[in-house]
């Protein structure tokens, strides 16, 4: 098969110039929210303090309640460090997916249609993620601290396991977000419904599943999905599948449903934005 | 001072901003180091609307119309000069004020977006403490003009923005107040809503004898509506006097551009004269004192002269201002 | 021309603008049937997760499981009905400051900072009422225990009043903050973060290093949830309540007294959007 030089550069070009455009975006993005200064340095601070405390309290956690179903604290942190990154992750790149009702009440959505980039896209660069920097850069930090302290064989393939497993919990949270937004196109949605998704991944994507009944376990595994950020990987990592209650090769393939479900979300935002009748006005 | 006065003495007001140069490496610098830039938006203002006169505040964008019907609403503290609406200071004395003022604000409203107009028309009923017998008479009277009932019951979000403004003017007037300021309120509407307004508040002027400050930057609104007309450019009055007499003073009117299809070697049109010739293409205003609406003249002109085009503009206001602050 | 009478009963008038939350949530069945559901999911997992969390150990922190599973429950319901969604309807002070609404609040005959004491007390009681019904069925389901004497619960109720009065406070300073910078969403998600876990919302403060709570004892947060929580799970004996008031007093008043510094320099400061 020939791929010939002139038919593959104008894609590349034309794909490396939509990455171009959309940092040219952020760029601006970032430059109109550094006008507001006591709003940039409270984002930044807050995101740092937010995630320092969360990791805090993991780690009281694990002193006060040894023997969290067999899960040593080095697990646990594993756990917890995937799902930060993630979450740092996804911070970083999906932030406005919250802003949907925001973007939807102004019209600004209307204006979107009509522009040569993807809804979809432009929604993600509708504001620049202030708080996405302290978030994405402590995350970071607790990441490496908590790896520092789970005593696991590392190899390469581990390695690229944890990389799948930490994109694979980007795109969940995206995913699952991106349907909450798809209410937005309806109804009045208050952000709390956003941010109640966020605090139920936070709160319990931090820990190892098997201390939970069946119910709470298969609520959150197969309704809401938390169980494929963090805990499903990490007990790949440190071979404590059996105790997961899932079969082994869901379990295994616990980053691919990341991805899966991004993609889903994505057709079906597509889908309900046809349908979208513009706020009256 | 008899009911209804409106005084404003040397009115100014200075704002403190904040410098924003371009570029991430000054935008990075404003953040530790921000300057500091005043600008004055009122400078000296001085009006003066008696009982039962509408006077109609006019001014291009940023002229500081908004910023003047603020101070006299007593929502924005002037760092000069002396207001008095009705003997009472409005930013000193808010509460008092509030109850003899109403104010619309263009493209701003009152109503509660998850709630129907009449919802919100009842919480603000509660809150200027009005007698249901007052309120359901006061509701009558306004429907008879701005026809609420047919949209009330719709949730505030889904009405269109001529209805929303019917319904802040409604509850801007509940508490029948003698002073009524309206800052644009007809900004962005149809023709036929922004007539429908109209009508209600020379209504309201000539039947209820309310005092009303109205801005705006359209000229036709203030041809319609006002007697007398303010001019305000860079915060300061220009012009304080009779509608006409701003035209005259101005000395734009409007005028009609034709295209000919053979330029005739003599050109006389009864009403009008002509005020430049550039091969076919002829403009004509009317004559000093003349009458002639826009239309008639249209029709005259194809009369007397092979027309093949014909436009007719209306004065630009920034003709009008300018040629005012010339004087 | 007529004018309200000085009547006691005109002047309570403004206050039916309660009113205005109430009618947007049940008006709207999207709204309290996401509530509902979000609050029956949250407590079932939280109720499971803190079970679990005990099956190993009898006392945490000087918490038994009923009483660390009650504190976790409560603190749960404050999170999800202190905050109730003003934005949908055009009316929190990010939007009425950007929007240039705000305006119409200096031209009413209700001062700008009673009626959003009004509003507030709308959100609180909205709020309060969705509480005690989960509250009742909690209990009903054996879920959260009762308090370990009458004495314990009136204290908890006395201190959540004073609770309330304080997070009352803490959240007009967040909104006045709009009178001076342009732009404060993110102060507002800020202050909420905070105050849900140094409230002890998040989890029973009892569980974090001392440090931590030492450090969370010279902020008002701790005393609008922890107090109550813990006298009523019995954490903190009834004799602590006067020592507990006292510092609730002692915030309450001094951020009283600030709120109502700033409300002053906020109605001199408006500026209005668009001129």
Not at chain 1, 269 to 277: H, I
Request: a positive charge; glycine letters at 10%.
């Amino acid at each position: 098969m020939r791929i010939t030089a002139s038919r593959a550069q104008p894609w590349l070009r034309g794909f490396l110039g939509e990455w171009r455009t959309a940092l040219r975006i952020t760029a601006t993005s970032f430059r109109a929210r550094a006008q507001y200064r006591g709003d940039f340095i409270t984002a930044l601070a807050m995101g740092l303090a937010w995630q320092t405390s969360v990791l805090v309290f993991a780690t009281v956690i694990l002193t006060r309640f040894p023997g969290l179903g067999g899960w040593t604290s080095g697990g646990v942190l594993l756990i917890v460090a995937i799902r930060l990154l993630s979450h740092g992750g996804f911070v970083l790149v999906f932030n406005s997916l919250i802003m949907i009702p925001y973007i939807v009440q102004q019209g600004a959505l209307d204006g979107y249609l009509i522009r040569p980039m993807p809804v979809y896209r432009q929604v993600l660069l509708y504001t620049f993620p202030l708080n996405a920097l302290g978030d994405s850069f402590s995350a970071l930090l607790l990441f490496a601290f908590a790896i520092a302290r789970v005593h696991l064989a590392w190899t390469p393939l581990m390695a690229l396991y944890l990389v799948a497993a930490v994109i694979g919990g980007v795109l969940l949270e995206a995913g699952i977000q991106t349907f909450v937004s798809i209410l937005a196109f309806r109804f009045t949605m208050p952000m709390a419904v956003f941010m109640w998704f966020d605090r139920m991944i936070a709160t319990f994507g931090n820990y190892p599943f098997s201390i939970l009944p069946l119910a709470a376990r298969a609520f959150l595994t197969y309704l809401l999905p938390v169980a494929f950020v963090a805990y499903l990987p990490a007990a790949v990592l440190t071979g404590r599948i059996a105790s997961t209650g899932v079969p082994g090769w869901l379990a295994y393939a616990s980053p691919t449903a990341g991805p899966l479900i991004y993609i889903l979300a994505r057709c079906a935002w597509y889908r309900a934005l046809r349908r979208y009748e513009s706020v009256g006005g | 001072m008899p009911a209804g006065t409106i005084v404003a003495e040397g009115l100014t007001k200075v704002f403190h901003t904040v410098a924003r140069p371009p570029g991430v490496g000054a935008a990075l610098k404003s953040l530790v180091r921000p300057e500091r830039v005043p600008k004055v938006a009122v400078d000296g203002v001085s009006l003066r609307v008696d009982p039962g006169e509408l006077l109609a505040l006019l001014g291009p964008n940023g002229a500081g119309k908004s910023t003047t019907i603020k101070m006299l609403c007593g929502i924005l503290t002037p760092t000069g000069g002396r207001v008095e609406v009705n003997g009472i200071t409005p930013h000193q004395d808010r509460i008092a004020n509030a109850r003899q003022i109403g104010a619309v604000f263009g493209q701003r409203s009152q109503l509660w977006r998850d709630l129907t107009a009449r919802q919100s028309l009842e919480v603000l009923r509660d809150m200027y403490g009005l007698r249901p017998a007052d309120y359901r008479m006061r509701i009558r009277e306004f429907n008879r003009i701005l026809e609420l009932e047919e949209f009330w019951d719709g949730r505030a979000r889904q009405l269109s923005l001529g209805q929303r403004v019917r319904c802040d003017l409604a509850a801007a007037l509940l508490h029948d107040p003698p002073v009524v300021f309206l800052d644009e309120p007809t900004i962005g509407m149809d023709v036929v809503v922004k007539e429908q307004v109209r009508e209600f508040l020379r209504d309201q002027v000539r039947q209820r004898g309310r005092t009303v400050l109205l801005t705006t930057h359209d000229m036709t609104e203030v041809a319609k509506l006002a007697e007398r007309v303010a001019l305000i450019d860079h915060g300061r009055v220009v012009y304080d006097g009779k509608t006409a007499g701003l035209r005259d003073l101005a000395g734009v009117t409007w005028e009609a551009h034709v295209t000919v299809e053979t330029v005739p070697a003599v050109i006389d049109v009864p009403g009008l004269r002509l005020t430049r010739s550039d091969g076919p293409r002829l403009s004509f205003a009317p004559v000093e004192g003349g009458d002639l609406t826009p239309r008639h003249a249209v029709r005259r002109l194809i009369e007397y002269l092979p027309v093949t085009d014909i436009r007719v503009q209306e004065p630009d206001l920034e003709d009008v201002v300018r040629q005012a602050f010339r004087r | 021309m007529t004018t309200a009478g000085g009547s006691p009963r005109s002047a309570l008038l403004p206050w039916r603008g309660m009113r205005i939350t109430v009618i947007t949530e049940l008006t709207q069945p999207v709204r309290y049937v996401t509530q509902l559901t979000m609050i029956v999911t949250q407590l079932a997992l939280t109720y499971w997760l803190w079970r679990a969390l005990y099956a190993g150990v009898k006392v945490s922190a000087g918490l038994d499981v009923t009483q660390a599973t009650s504190y976790a429950l409560l603190g749960v319901l404050y999170v999800q009905l202190r905050f109730v969604d003003r934005w949908s309807n055009g009316d929190t002070m990010v939007q009425l400051m950007f929007e240039g609404t705000i305006a119409y609040w200096f031209v009413r005959p209700v001062s700008p900072r009673r009626w959003y004491l009004i509003r507030m007390c709308g959100d609180l009681g909205y709020g309060v009422a969705w509480g005690l019904g989960a509250y009742l069925a909690c209990r009903a389901a054996g879920a959260i225990a009762g308090p370990p004497s009458l004495a314990a619960g009136g204290a908890a109720l006395l201190t959540l009043a004073l609770g309330l009065v304080i997070t009352y406070y803490l959240q007009v300073i967040v909104d006045l903050m709009c009178f001076w910078s342009t732009v404060n969403d993110n102060a507002v998600v800020a202050v909420q973060f905070a105050s849900t876990l140094l409230s002890g919302a998040f989890a029973p403060l009892w569980f974090f290093p001392g440090w931590f709570q030492r450090a969370n004892d010279f902020l008002p947060f701790q005393s609008t949830l922890n107090t109550p929580l813990s006298l009523y799970v019995g954490r903190l004996p009834v004799s602590a309540l006067p020592g507990q008031l006292a510092v609730q007093a002692g915030w309450g008043a001094g951020l009283g007294l600030f709120t109502w510094w700033l409300w002053r320099r906020a109605a001199a400061r408006v500026t209005v959007l668009g001129g």
